[in-house]
């Protein structure tokens, strides 16, 4: 199937980086060919900053980092127009932002205001400095990364900029024998300085819009909504999923549906995203809090209640 083997080779180029994160790459990938934001949150040190950088140089996009503090101002993101003494004019100076590829380093640490600059560039692919829309650069994608909130000196980003997110990805510590690995391949040289591209900007591009095409079928399209509408109407959720998430989980499920080789959507595909696609749009009530429950669970929970498609119900 076109862009089946792009997808894998652009996992196989990721793999180079991240030793032992299959699952992780393909996640990110998926998200990738969905044309959807990622956010990768973990400890320190564990290859966030790597799977940023990794992805921008195998899909050979242009690559902007911004390194968020509590003192960046959204100007610092988004650009800023500076007067021109020799032509009289005013002159658009791009920032960060404008690029095929963003990596909000630690975007927790600055404050919501400076957040909040992102969201317009998340959502329409544009950025609006001082009267004047500008369009972004296609393909647009932002990689956050961020440590957990529990840590002094940061921010919790705002529902409205985490619902923008297409996937969380949590990365974990490598086994040891896989940490080993990472020393031995980082003896002398990153394997990052070695990773090539497979893949074009065009064709990326080309490809996301292919995955829009893979079939999904109404009754599946209701299972997405059923599963999306029982977090709302959970116990333990304040807050539940919007009909951002529903379509998310959906367009995820057609990227992992291409990099499976197939031209349709199965329930498997679904449950399997339906975690990293759905728990961060979670709001958890204080009293489930209290008690150490999690969006995670929730999610596991509401997918044991809702029938798969086309299976049987017990007597």
């Given at each position: 199937?076109?862009?089946?083997?792009?997808?894998?080779?652009?996992?196989?180029?990721?793999?180079k980086?991240?030793?032992?994160?299959?699952?992780?790459?393909?996640?990110?990938?998926?998200?990738?060919?969905?044309?959807?934001?990622?956010?990768?949150?973990?400890?320190?040190?564990?290859?966030?900053?790597?799977?940023?950088?990794?992805?921008?140089?195998?899909?050979?996009?242009?690559?902007?980092?911004?390194?968020?503090?509590?003192?960046?101002?959204?100007?610092?993101?988004t650009?800023?127009?500076?007067?021109?003494?020799?032509?009289g004019?005013?002159?658009?100076?791009?920032?960060?932002?404008?690029?095929?590829?963003?990596?909000?380093?630690?975007?927790?640490r600055?404050?919501?205001?400076?957040?909040?600059?992102?969201l317009?560039?998340?959502?329409?692919?544009?950025?609006?400095?001082?009267g004047?829309?500008?369009?972004?650069?296609?393909?647009?994608?932002v990689?956050?990364?961020?440590?957990?909130?529990?840590?002094?000196?940061?921010?919790?980003?705002?529902?409205?900029?985490?619902?923008?997110?297409?996937?969380?990805?949590?990365?974990?510590?490598?086994?040891?024998?896989?940490e080993?690995?990472?020393?031995?391949?980082?003896?002398?040289?990153?394997?990052?300085?070695?990773?090539?591209?497979?893949?074009?900007?065009?064709?990326?591009?080309?490809?996301?819009?292919?995955?829009?095409?893979?079939?999904?079928?109404?009754?599946?399209?209701?299972?997405?909504?059923h599963?999306?509408?029982?977090?709302?109407?959970?116990?333990?959720?304040?807050?539940g999923?919007?009909?951002?998430?529903?379509?998310?989980?959906?367009?995820?499920?057609?990227?992992?549906a291409?990099?499976?080789?197939?031209?349709?959507?199965?329930?498997?595909?679904?449950?399997?995203?339906?975690?990293?696609?759905l728990?961060?749009r979670?709001?958890?009530?204080?009293?489930?809090?209290?008690?150490?429950a999690?969006?995670?669970?929730?999610?596991?929970q509401?997918?044991?209640?809702?029938?798969?498609?086309?299976?049987?119900?017990?007597?």
């Amino acid at each position: 199937m076109t862009g089946t083997q792009t997808l894998r080779d652009l996992v196989t180029a990721v793999e180079k980086v991240l030793v032992g994160k299959h699952a992780e790459a393909e996640l990110a990938i998926v998200g990738l060919a969905a044309g959807g934001h990622l956010l990768i949150e973990d400890v320190p040190g564990v290859g966030k900053t790597m799977l940023a950088k990794s992805l921008a140089r195998a899909t050979g996009c242009s690559f902007k980092r911004i390194q968020f503090t509590p003192d960046l101002l959204p100007s610092d993101v988004t650009g800023v127009s500076i007067y021109n003494q020799r032509t009289g004019e005013f002159e658009f100076r791009a920032g960060p932002v404008v690029a095929n590829v963003v990596l909000a380093d630690e975007i927790n640490r600055a404050t919501p205001k400076t957040q909040s600059a992102l969201l317009e560039a998340m959502e329409e692919h544009q950025v609006t400095v001082e009267g004047i829309t500008r369009p972004l650069p296609t393909p647009f994608m932002v990689l956050a990364t961020q440590n957990p909130i529990e840590y002094e000196g940061t921010f919790p980003l705002p529902e409205a900029q985490l619902d923008r997110f297409l996937l969380r990805i949590h990365l974990g510590y490598p086994e040891p024998a896989q940490e080993a690995l990472v020393l031995q391949q980082q003896m002398l040289r990153h394997p990052l300085e070695d990773l090539q591209s497979v893949t074009t900007t065009s064709e990326l591009h080309a490809l996301q819009q292919a995955v829009r095409g893979i079939h999904v079928e109404p009754q599946l399209q209701r299972y997405i909504v059923h599963l999306v509408g029982l977090t709302r109407d959970h116990a333990d959720v304040y807050l539940g999923a919007s009909p951002r998430g529903s379509l998310a989980l959906m367009r995820a499920a057609q990227a992992r549906a291409m990099l499976a080789g197939r031209d349709y959507v199965l329930p498997d595909d679904v449950k399997v995203l339906a975690t990293a696609a759905l728990a961060h749009r979670l709001i958890m009530n204080p009293e489930a809090r209290m008690r150490n429950a999690t969006p995670q669970a929730v999610i596991a929970q509401v997918l044991q209640e809702v029938p798969v498609p086309g299976s049987r119900v017990p007597a």
